[in-house]
């Protein structure tokens, strides 16, 4: 498998211009996680899922955040309007139902926003 | 609310020797698990462990295991015979309660392995 596969891996836009991250989860996955990383703040889920119906958004900072999974197979996050401070480090992460298994994670994206 | 605590912001350890990174963590659950992650320079995260809090056993994989005190409330992460390799930040991380998988890391542990 090509694990979690996530695009872009950098972006930098504008302040106030849209941005999408997209993730592919690994494949019979049920679960999607959205991370956020930053020196301040370290690692923060902002979102996760659950057979693609999202379970708890309350990580998602502000109304500017949203993201969706419309299949099994893709989900994406949005940043409308994006702003300086949303700058970080964007993870998305799948893994198995609910047991001991790990979270697999993608090679992240770097976002920054000038 | 449960809470990871990583209390050692930066390491070293002498190449070849064994390290201890510290990890506590604050539940009222009986059910949960715990987990260790690499990140290296590059940027993944990288599963290292998992410990079940109904394991009697410390887990290990490889040179990493676990000590795990439950009574504590304590899951060290043990590296024994360092490698260059293991310079990275690790992050121990816990499984909420909720049973979906979510997982609540800590802030982080800075290891560097001089030669």
């Known amino acids: 498998d090509a694990g979690v596969i996530q695009s872009p891996r950098h972006e930098v836009t504008e302040m106030g211009q849209e941005v999408t991250l997209r993730c592919k989860p690994i494949?019979?996955?049920?679960?999607l996680f959205w991370y956020r990383q930053t020196m301040m703040r370290g690692l923060e889920l902002l979102i996760y899922?659950?057979?693609?119906?999202?379970?708890?958004d309350s990580g998602m900072p502000e109304d500017r955040f949203s993201a969706k999974m419309p299949n099994a197979s893709f989900s994406t996050l949005k940043i409308q309007p994006s702003e300086p401070r949303d700058s970080a480090v964007y993870f998305c992460a799948s893994s198995l139902a609910a047991g001991g298994l790990e979270a697999f994670f993608g090679q992240g994206t770097r976002l920054t926003v000038v | 609310a449960q809470k990871i605590t990583q209390t050692q912001p930066g390491m070293f350890v002498q190449e070849k020797e064994a390290v201890t990174l510290d990890c506590t963590y604050d539940t009222s659950d009986q059910s949960y698990g715990l987990f260790w992650y690499k990140q290296p320079s590059s940027g993944e995260m990288i599963f290292l462990i998992y410990?079940?809090?109904?394991?009697?056993q410390n887990a290990t994989e490889g040179r990493y295991s676990l000590n795990f005190q439950k009574a504590r409330k304590s899951a060290n992460l043990v590296i024994s015979a360092s490698q260059l390799g293991d310079s990275a930040m690790y992050f121990c991380a816990m499984r909420d309660s909720g049973g979906y998988n979510k997982l609540i890391f800590g802030a982080g542990t800075r290891l560097a392995v001089h030669p």
């Open positions: 899922f659950n057979n693609n119906v999202p379970i708890d």
């Open positions: 410990q079940g809090s109904y394991d009697e």
């Open positions: 494949s019979g996955h049920d679960y």
